[in-house]
Each structure stands twice: as C-alpha cells, then as structure tokens.
C-alpha cells in the first residue's frame, strides 16, 4: 500500500477567492453559449460562473453570494406556474439588496426596459451582437471596482 | 426661423424671488411644447419656460435656475446634428446638480436610450403616446411635491443655522462680558452651538457652476421675446 506524500498544508498559500456570478436563462442553447465564452480564460479570471436554467434554481444557491446576477426577462413561456425575471428581481432584492441584476433579454419593448430599471437593476440589455462582449465588460467593471453608479 | 425663449414676459428678471416653482421645457416639436406649457400651466404655484434646444436652454440657465426639467431626446428638427441631443443635457445638467429632478419625455422605442436616460438619473421615462400627457401630469405632481419637500428641509436648516448663530453670538459676548453665571456647562453649550454652526454654513457653501461661454451676458426683460 503506497503512502501519500505528506503535504504541509499551513504553508501552502489559499487559491485566490473567485467571485461567484450567475446567468440565469431558460434558453439552453444562448446560456451554454453565454458560459461557455465567460468560461473561456477561467483560469486568468477571479469569477467564477454558475449557470442556472430556471429562476427557482438560481434562488436556491444565493447562499453562495453572487458578485453579479445575469438575468433573462422571460422565464417561464412554457411554464406560467415557473417564476419570472420580475419575481426573481423581487426575490433576490429581499435577500440581498446589494447585488448587481443585468437584464439580457431579446424584448425590444421599452415598458419592459422601464420595469425592471425601476425595479432598480443594474442595467438593461439586448441580446444582439455586442451583448457577449458587453456582459464581460461589466462583469469586469463590477468585480474590480464594484457598482458605478 | 427663430423661435424664441417664449412666457417669462415683463417680470422675468424678479423670478427667483416668488415662491413659484420654477419648470423648464425643452422640447422642439412647438405642438407638444404648447400643449405640455397649457397643460402644466392649470397646476396653480409654478412657471413654465419653454425652450426649442438645448443651447437655448442653457443659456438661460442660471438666470432661471429651474428645479424641475422636461426633456425631449431629439432636439435637431432643422436637421442640425451638432445640436445637442436630451442624454447631453441630462449629463450637464446632472454634473452640476446631481439632485436635480429631470422627466424624459420622448418618441424613441429605444431601449438602449431609456436606459442610458434612467442610469443617468432621470425620474422617469415617457413614451410619446396616446397616455402620454396624463402620465407626464402625474409624475410632475409628484416632483412638485418633491420639490416643496426639500424647499422646506433647506429653510429649516437655515433656521438652524441662524439660530446657533445667534445662540453662539450671545454666548461668546456673555464669556467675554465675563459675567458671573457663565459657568462650564454655559462654555461647552457655546463650544458646540458654534461647531454646528460652523459645520453647517461649510457643507451648505460648495456650490458648482457649469461653463457657458455666453454666461456673462445679462438678460434683460425685452430679451424674452425676440
């Protein structure tokens, strides 16, 4: 029976904390897609990204205390029983008031857009072209410096 | 074509001194400006300045120094895409009073616009349509009182103010007069009345002011209606 080299783990420096980030899309395809370019350099980032297909789910692991929640506005269009972006923005503003909501949403609708911003999220945007590259600046800008405005 | 700075009339340069609040539009459709400038004159206890751009606007700004703004998005009707749009003002506006109450009132369904609008602390947005007036009248109403709210936060500081000054005044004649009756207690009460009011006149005192090149220029009561 092989021993296992001893390792003193009191010298052994910790791993850098990695900020927990959510993306929550009932869209399997757009939130693999979407974790997939975030996770891309995982090793150069301090985040790390939790993917999450229904509001319920995200809900249920905010005990691991996101640094910024990405969220879809329609998340129940087969399921009218499942939560919606509204209720999950009322949800985890009664738990955590502090932390980032960035709506991407494909609904061009301004009424949308007004809702959630009263509701006090972070930002609102579309899922075109530039969302990818956008979500990873604000991400960025949200974990280095914390909220700007 | 030049529209003009249109409603202070002859009493204009006395407008700060009334107790009206003061509500600014800017706004370049001349239908909607009237209508908005009807509509908010039925309110009894403010004064509404209609402007046709934002240029126009700010050079009256310290003049009017209006508590309350109504913007419009696009603001280049005579195709002039120098002007500026209502984001610019909103910004320039903000970054000399970040409490300033400001209402965006606009046709663009654009959501990229309403939200650059709202994160650079607009109240509100409204959309151009047929509820558009009656959701206008219902949010100025609520800045209206807003703005009465904090009107009467200023003048009790000040009250304040001019009491601990008093307060303090006598005090430091009485320790001086060296009277027999100011004792430790009398010392100390005059140390922190005058800390207060010392603390207050510095934090009321930092005021900004925006650079507008034509700012120099003094508006008389005939310059209203050119």
């Not at chain 2, 300045?49 to 508590?67: I, K, N």
């Not at chain 2, 500026?84 to 506006?93: A, F, K, P, R």
């Amino acid at each position: 029976m092989q021993t296992q080299p001893q390792t003193d783990h009191s010298m052994k420096l910790l791993p850098p904390r990695k900020y927990p980030v959510f993306i929550v899309d009932d869209d399997e395809s757009y939130l693999a897609a979407l974790g997939f370019r975030l996770m891309k350099d995982d090793a150069h980032h301090n985040y790390k990204i939790y993917c999450y297909s229904s509001g319920e789910e995200a809900i249920h692991h905010l005990n691991l205390e996101p640094k910024v929640i990405i969220l879809d506005y329609y998340l129940n269009p087969k399921d009218p029983e499942a939560m919606s972006g509204l209720d999950v923005i009322r949800k985890v503003r009664m738990v955590h008031p502090e932390i980032p909501i960035v709506i991407l949403s494909g609904q061009h609708n301004i009424n949308i857009a007004l809702e959630t911003l009263h509701q006090g999220v972070y930002t609102y945007l579309l899922k075109d072209r530039t969302a990818l590259s956008k979500v990873e600046q604000i991400i960025r800008a949200l974990i280095h410096e914390g909220p700007l405005s | 074509m030049k529209t003009a700075v249109r409603s202070p009339g002859e009493d204009s340069v006395a407008v700060k001194n009334t107790d009206d609040i003061r509500i600014a539009v800017v706004e370049d459709d001349p239908m909607f400006r009237h209508a908005v400038e009807y509509y908010l004159k039925k309110i009894p206890g403010n004064r509404v300045f209609a402007f046709s751009s934002g240029e126009e606007c700010f050079r009256h700004y310290h003049q009017l120094d209006p508590e309350i703004i109504i913007l419009d998005y696009k603001l280049d009707d005579r195709e002039d895409h120098r002007a500026m749009n209502g984001l610019d003002i909103l910004s320039e506006v903000k970054s000399v009073d970040p409490a300033k109450e400001v209402l965006f009132v606009s046709g663009q369904e654009n959501v990229d616009i309403a939200t650059a609008a709202i994160k650079g602390g607009a109240s509100a947005y409204i959309l151009k349509d047929d509820l558009a007036m009656n959701k206008l009248m219902d949010e100025v109403r609520a800045m209206l009182f807003n703005v009465r709210h904090r009107r009467e936060e200023v003048r009790n500081s000040k009250r304040l103010i001019a009491l601990c000054t008093f307060a303090g005044f006598i005090f430091l004649i009485a320790y001086l007069g060296g009277y027999g009756w100011f004792t430790l207690p009398m010392k100390i009460l005059f140390a922190v009345t005058g800390t207060i009011a010392a603390l207050l006149l510095l934090t009321n005192r930092s005021k900004k002011k925006m650079h507008i090149a034509s700012e120099d220029k003094t508006v008389k009561p005939g310059d209203w209606l050119d």
